[in-house]
């Protein structure tokens, strides 16, 4: 070789392809006896066609009964092999045995492009064949634009001397391999296991690239002019999804397609896609294929593809402005479109979705379908066309007489958006009163309550009850009052009423302005809790239930306690309430037993006259315990005898019962020896009395009392003891001479 080719090609090598400086080409080959061949193109010769300069590598030129000359003139009928030498077969199988080599090296392939400073690479390996593998999967890989320009040398003693972009080199070539040299000098790539420059992260290209040759899919590369044209993604991607499903490029692209890309490289694909549907680059297929692609993604891949799906969503809203007419939404559903998406499309689009809903309710309500989809699309819900649209709607909705209740519904089922519908309903409680409580009735039974009965479960609570009531009113079940309301609790939540509002629109549409049957105010008035009654309003409708109670239990005198808060209750209402609850208060202890509550109790009495037999009874058993259970001492200065002398069976029943209780005859023979006041009160309560107004049920018990409880305390005591019980009765005048006949009675008795 001469030291003139030396000097272009390099010292040493067995195959390179060289620029000159006047634009001409140079290939040298060194064959076997180190005889060199040179093959000269000028500027103006027309490149190889389908043939790279590499594929002459280990040619039949090269053999030693081969002619002398490569050839004359570099055309392609005069080549020096007849077809390509590295098939996609050969390159394959040479990629996957260098899997983690491949996207690196071919990134750095693309820089020599990209960046009119980028660094030759070399490539250290055992022999010059596995160089020229090395180049040949470059050719296979780039553009083909940029295959006739890219310079190599398979294999050169004397690396520093190459002008080529790709220098092949061995293990023992004469390459100092400082820190500065693979840091800034050149891209080194040693398959030796040697030092090499440090490791950059592939672009999107390369990666998908790499993963397209691993996978056994070879790419199909780029023709477009310019460098961002010649290295797009998409007709990579789609080339190696055709190839592989043996029909047209780019049919059926799939996540599996982008598999082996993650993080920084599956951002940079999709955005590379994105920016071609941005720029108008993409054809009609191209786009349905990159839809396709969105809609099935998920993970990782979904995400990394939201910016492409929201340029294919711009791209038809864009498209169909401009041919004045409506997208097709249906595009929209399953693209991985995130909350940013959203929130630049409302911004973006919103506003005019909304102008041109705005201008379609100016006509007929059944045209009303296409124009809200585009508005719910596109987010734009707080829109004034959208609030006009959702009023008007419902306003529909609640005229089941008219036309436009049947068109209403048929936009909201052709509409079949779930939100929007919610929407709608809870719209129809706006307001609410009887006069719309009733057109929501008439809804339910008229022909557009099948389309309400379906979507119940998405309506508010008041339309689920009123919608409800309407329906099992008529038939089969025909319910009225206390049935209805109970049928309609299992409606709610907790199937029983929390709330004031709950109770006022139950009552609202089971009772209207009337009460419950007497029949059922009972039951109503357990199943809500009486401050719920008391708040909403219905005490005096329930009152009842106070004034005529079937029995007196602890549930009563809770909603008594309550009732009293009423303002809207009638004075023997209010006193009927205050009755039962102070008789209850006193039976606790909550009240004392004084001259303040007895009369109180007593005018309550008065105002509440007359009671109904179980009121009555109820209060005079609380009041019978309440004066047993006080101190002698209060019951007398309370007047609480006044009660006892005119008292009912069922008071004296209770008064009677407490002392007669085994444990409380016990305590007081124990307490009352000691107790010679109380003692005297006692015998002042209940000593015979002949007056007007003494019950004779009276006289009997106070008579027994006597006998039963005072008589066993008596007998304990001495004639001190006796003597000082006397002088309390004197000093009070509380009947000494009834005490003193009393005491010989007992005496004879027990004689």
Not at 549 to 561: F, G, H, I, K, N
Not at 631 to 642: F, I, K, R, T
Request: proline fraction near 6%.
């Amino acid at each position: 070789m001469s030291p003139a080719v030396e000097g272009v090609i390099g010292a040493g090598s067995e195959l390179s392809y060289t620029l000159l400086p006047d634009g001409g080409r140079l290939l040298c080959a060194t064959l076997p006896g180190r005889r060199v061949e040179a093959l000269h193109l000028g500027a103006d010769t027309p490149g190889p066609g389908s043939v790279w300069p590499i594929d002459t590598w280990r040619s039949a030129t090269w053999e030693p009964e081969a002619g002398e000359a490569l050839g004359a003139g570099f055309v392609e009928s005069e080549l020096p092999v007849a077809r390509a030498h590295f098939d996609s077969a050969r390159l394959v199988e040479f990629a996957r045995a260098r899997a983690e080599r491949v996207a690196p090296f071919l990134a750095d392939v693309r820089r020599l492009f990209g960046d009119p400073a980028g660094r030759q690479i070399v490539l250290v390996e055992k022999d010059a064949e596995t160089v020229a593998h090395w180049v040949a999967l470059a050719c296979a890989s780039l553009p083909e634009a940029y295959v006739p320009v890219l310079t190599f040398t398979t294999w050169t003693r004397e690396p520093h001397r190459a002008p080529q972009q790709i220098i092949g080199i061995g293990p023992d070539a004469e390459f100092d391999r400082d820190e500065a040299t693979i840091a800034y000098l050149y891209r080194v790539h040693d398959g030796t296991g040697g030092p090499q420059s440090p490791h950059t992260e592939p672009d999107a290209w390369a990666r998908l690239t790499a993963e397209r040759w691993v996978s056994g899919s070879p790419p199909a590369p780029g023709t477009g002019a310019r460098t961002d044209d010649a290295f797009a993604l998409i007709p990579l991607i789609s080339g190696a999804s055709g190839a592989r499903g043996g029909g047209r490029a780019g049919a059926g692209l799939t996540g599996a397609d982008l598999a082996g890309l993650s993080g920084a490289s599956l951002g940079a694909v999709f955005d590379a896609f994105a920016r071609s549907v941005e720029r108008g680059e993409t054809d009609a297929r191209t786009l349905d294929e990159l839809d396709t692609l969105c809609r099935g993604l998920e993970g990782e891949q979904a995400r990394a593809a939201r910016p492409l799906a929201l340029a294919l969503v711009k791209h038809r809203l864009d498209a169909s402005r401009t041919r004045g007419a409506l997208p097709d939404l249906a595009a929209f559903e399953g693209l991985p479109l995130g909350q940013d998406a959203w929130r630049e499309l409302r911004e973006e689009y919103g506003e005019r979705a909304d102008d041109a809903l705005r201008r379609a309710l100016r006509g007929p309500l059944d045209t009303w379908t296409e124009p809200l989809r585009l508005a719910l699309a596109v987010g734009a819900d707080n829109g004034p066309g959208l609030a006009e649209a959702m009023d008007r709607l419902a306003d529909a909705l609640l005229r089941p007489d008219r036309r436009d209740c049947a068109h209403a519904v048929r936009v909201l089922e052709d509409l079949d958006h779930l939100p929007f519908t919610r929407r709608v309903l809870r719209m129809l409680i706006v307001d609410f009163n009887v006069r719309k409580l009733d057109r929501l009735r008439e809804l339910a039974t008229s022909p557009q309550g099948l389309w309400l009965q379906r979507n119940l479960e998405e309506a508010p609570l008041t339309v689920r009850l009123a919608a409800s009531a309407a329906l099992w009113c008529g038939p089969p079940d025909h319910l009225r009052g206390a049935a209805l309301f109970g049928r309609l609790l299992e409606l709610l939540p907790a199937r029983r009423v929390e709330d004031v509002k709950t109770l006022r629109l139950l009552w609202r549409i089971v009772w209207r302005s009337k009460v419950p049957d007497r029949a059922d105010v009972a039951w109503v008035a357990r199943t809500c809790t009486p401050r719920l009654v008391v708040e909403a309003g219905h005490g005096r409708a329930l009152i009842q239930w106070v004034r005529d109670p079937d029995r007196c239990d602890p549930e009563l005198v809770a909603y008594a306690r309550d009732m009293r808060a009423d303002g809207q209750l009638g004075a023997a209402d209010r006193a009927s309430a205050d009755l039962l609850v102070t008789a209850q208060d006193l039976a606790d202890g909550r009240l004392a037993v004084s001259r303040a509550t007895v009369s109180r109790f007593r005018e309550l009495g008065h105002k509440a006259a007359p009671l109904s037999r179980a009121l009555r009874q109820g209060v005079d058993e609380r009041v019978g315990r309440a004066l047993a259970g006080a101190n002698p001492l209060d019951v007398c200065e309370s007047h609480g005898l006044q009660i006892l002398v005119a008292a009912s069976p069922e008071l004296l029943s209770a008064y009677r019962a407490y002392y007669l209780d085994e444990p409380t005859r016990d305590r007081l023979l124990r307490e009352l020896p000691l107790r010679h006041t109380e003692l005297a009160a006692y015998f002042h309560l209940w000593r015979s009395r002949q007056r007007h107004g003494v019950t004779d049920q009276w006289r009997a018990v106070a008579e027994e009392l006597l006998d039963q409880v005072l008589a066993p305390v008596t007998a304990r005591l001495d004639e001190q003891h006796l003597g000082r019980v006397a002088t309390v009765l004197q000093r009070e005048n509380q009947g000494l001479p009834e005490w003193t006949a009393w005491r010989d009675r007992i005496k004879r008795q027990n004689e």
